[in-house]
Structure formats: structure tokens, C-alpha cells
């Protein structure tokens, strides 16, 4: 299938705030979601956004949806050292039939 | 107990081997799924079943198969282990009452390394 596309690696100080950008590829999608994924461990849905919203906020985490541009990002604020892990973005494919992931982001967090 | 528990968490197996990962839940799911991990590649789809009776090939079947054996149980053999399908391995769930939401709830993966 076609890519969903987001950067390798991220690293930020503790404390500082953390944005992780997206581009999905499917402008049907009607959901879309964020994952995080602990060394050793399987995924674990963090949140998720409908494509009638173009914004949701769960304590920390802010994420941000474009629809015109096909542009999702999840801002952690406050960042801290438990929060290094991979984080996948996915949407729901037109197909509707599974989840299509990124290749995930690799966010550290430095004391 | 684990809601998507994967059997085993880890195999070392050899080339030209027949091996097969277990997968059981108990969300009560009809839609169960395998991914496979590498590093840097994501997660690509192999299979997907929507119930007992209807199994799917993803995007990279080849060298794969798997088996429905009940609403709880899907597992995935490779008939012939070559060392590329050296990856962690991930189940996950569904729920088809979700609508479009098609969240996925996964188990805690099978490393197979295949020497």
C-alpha cells in the first residue's frame, strides 16, 4: 500500500515538549490514530482523532489534524524520560479493513 | 491476564524449519490480524481474518499461512523458515462493532530469528 510517512528519529530534553508530525496518505480515512510502542512490548493506542475534528487534547497530548494537507502531529507536553519509546501513526484505509502504520518515530528523551 | 496473548515470545529456529506462532484473545473479536516489525519498515500486514470462515492475504503473504481455528484462536506457520522472515511478529484484534473505528489491540509480539 502506499505510505504513511513520518521522520526516524526525534530527541528532546526532559521537560521540553515533543511534536512527532505525520502525513497519511488516504484523504478518506475517517479515522486516524497514534500508537506507542515500549522497548520489548507490543503497540499500545495512545489516541486517536475522527477527520471531523481538527484538534484533540488528552492531559499531556495534543493532536493536531490537517485535513487539506493530509497532516497529523502529537505534541507531549512536559516530555519525560518514560515517554522514549516508538511512536506509530495509522489511518484507516479506505479499504477499511486495517490499519495502515508509519514506520514509527523514535522519540529519546534526554535528562 | 492479556487481553491478545501470543505463543511464543520468542523462537530461534532454522532455516527449512516448519514453525507456527499461536495467537489467542479474548476480547471476544471477530477481525484478528498478523504484522510483521522490522526495524525502520513499520508494520506490514501478512494476514487478516474477518471470522472463521474468511481469511485474507495482506500486502506480504508470500511464505505464510494461517489458520482460524476458532473465533479466539488465529495462528500463523511458515511452511519453510528462510532467515528474512527474521522479525518480531504481532497479533492483533478488531472489533467490527466499532464502525470505521478499526482500533487494534495487540499482543505482546514473537521474536523469531531464523538462522
Known amino acids: 500500500g502506499e505510505d504513511v510517512e513520518q521522520s526516524l528519529f526525534l530527541s528532546v530534553r526532559e521537560g521540553d515538549s515533543s511534536v512527532i508530525n505525520c502525513t497519511y496518505t488516504?484523504?478518506?480515512?475517517?479515522?486516524l490514530y497514534w500508537y506507542k510502542q515500549e522497548p520489548g512490548a507490543g503497540l499500545q493506542l495512545l489516541t486517536y482523532?475522527?477527520?471531523?475534528?481538527d484538534m484533540k487534547q488528552d492531559q499531556r497530548l495534543t493532536v493536531l489534524l490537517n485535513k487539506k494537507d493530509k497532516h497529523l502531529s502529537l505534541r507531549i507536553a512536559d516530555t519525560q524520560t518514560g515517554d522514549s519509546a516508538i511512536y506509530f501513526c495509522a489511518e484507516n484505509s479506505n479499504s477499511g479493513y486495517a490499519l495502515n502504520f508509519g514506520k514509527g518515530t523514535s522519540l529519546l528523551v534526554t535528562p | 491476564d492479556a487481553d491478545v496473548t501470543q505463543t511464543p515470545r520468542n523462537r530461534i529456529t532454522k532455516t527449512g524449519k516448519r514453525i507456527m506462532l499461536e495467537c489467542s484473545q479474548t476480547k471476544g473479536h471477530d477481525r484478528m490480524y498478523w504484522y510483521r516489525q522490522d526495524p525502520g519498515l513499520g508494520l506490514r500486514l501478512i494476514y487478516y481474518?474477518?471470522?472463521?470462515?474468511?481469511?485474507n492475504k495482506g500486502e506480504i503473504s508470500d511464505g505464510y499461512s494461517v489458520s482460524r481455528q476458532a473465533q479466539a484462536k488465529f495462528s500463523l506457520s511458515l511452511e519453510s523458515a528462510i532467515p528474512n522472515q527474521t522479525a518480531l511478529y504481532f497479533c492483533?484484534?478488531?472489533?467490527?462493532?466499532?464502525?470505521?473505528?478499526?482500533?487494534?489491540?495487540f499482543g505482546q509480539g514473537t521474536r523469531l530469528t531464523v538462522v
Open positions: 482523532i475522527f477527520s471531523n475534528m
Open positions: 488516504d484523504s478518506s480515512s475517517t479515522y
Open positions: 492483533a484484534t478488531s472489533d467490527p462493532k466499532q464502525g470505521d473505528n478499526t482500533e487494534a489491540f
Open positions: 481474518s474477518f471470522d472463521v470462515k474468511d481469511i
